[in-house]
């Protein structure tokens, strides 16, 4: 009996496993990944990270120049930018200009983001079962944007079904846009993955600035649009 009553449990909880991964997107982990629980989900007013008062790119310059490791280490960060065209402006400004889904599968498409960052109607299409990055073109101006990060959230018929977290890097204003990839992704596979689904992106640094939120829905069908 002891035994029947095991593997019958062992069963069920299979099944209910097997039902839950054929809802949810599946990622491959990188060091600047991290999965976000329901209990983390939104930033916790109560943890955020005191920065200190804001200044501009030249008085943070000025003020650890007598300071070599650190200066060295700014130069080092800054590179060729153009103290001139930067000016004195506290803020770090972000502009992320399109999104990129490369897949091995077909040819990039390439996504320019409106101004609004809301895409009207069906934003893009993903084949169910395939691999595929998401890749973000943005450029910085002005000042240094620390601890840039992204996250998105997913939902389906109200429903949320798959929520991350990526850590994107510092960079400093430069007249080059920069490029980041997200870590490689699968779609879920089944005739209750395909449909449409609505998602929220947000853009936020470690000032707790939010540079960019898109709200946008598309589908997961079988094959390709």
């Keep these: 009996m002891g035994s029947d009553h095991e593997e019958k449990g062992t069963t069920e909880e299979k099944d209910h496993d097997?039902?839950?991964?054929?809802?949810?997107?599946?990622?491959?982990?990188?060091?600047?990944?991290?999965?976000?629980?329901e209990e983390d989900d939104d930033d916790d007013p109560g943890a955020k990270l005191e920065l200190g008062p804001p200044c501009s790119l030249k008085d943070q310059l000025e003020k650890d120049k007598d300071d070599e490791s650190l200066r060295k280490w700014k130069e080092q960060l800054l590179g060729s930018?153009?103290?001139?065209?930067?000016?004195?402006?506290?803020?770090?400004?972000?502009?992320?200009?399109?999104?990129?889904?490369?897949?091995?599968e077909r040819d990039d498409i390439v996504l320019p983001i409106p101004e609004d960052g809301n895409p009207q109607g069906l934003w893009f299409t993903l084949k169910e079962g395939s691999h595929y990055r998401l890749k973000f073109t943005f450029h910085v101006s002005n000042n240094i944007?620390?601890?840039?990060?992204?996250?998105?959230?997913?939902?389906?018929?109200?429903?949320?079904?798959?929520?991350?977290?990526?850590?994107?890097?510092?960079?400093?204003?430069?007249?080059?846009?920069?490029?980041?990839?997200?870590?490689?992704?699968?779609?879920?596979?089944?005739?209750?993955?395909?449909?449409?689904?609505?998602?929220?992106?947000?853009?936020?640094?470690?000032?707790?600035?939010?540079?960019?939120?898109?709200?946008?829905?598309?589908?997961?069908?079988?094959?390709?649009?």
């Design 18 to 37: 097997d039902e839950s991964q054929s809802t949810n997107f599946s990622r491959k982990a990188s060091e600047s990944s991290v999965h976000v629980t």
């Design 145 to 225: 944007v620390s601890g840039l990060k992204y996250t998105n959230t997913v939902w389906k018929t109200g429903l949320k079904v798959d929520s991350a977290r990526e850590m994107i890097g510092t960079f400093s204003p430069q007249a080059e846009p920069y490029t980041h990839e997200m870590p490689e992704e699968t779609t879920p596979s089944g005739m209750f993955a395909r449909g449409t689904y609505t998602a929220k992106s947000r853009f936020v640094d470690d000032d707790n600035k939010c540079h960019l939120e898109i709200n946008y829905s598309f589908d997961i069908r079988k094959n390709w649009a």
């Design 81 to 104: 930018v153009d103290m001139n065209n930067v000016g004195e402006t506290l803020d770090a400004e972000v502009k992320i200009t399109s999104l990129s889904i490369i897949s091995a």
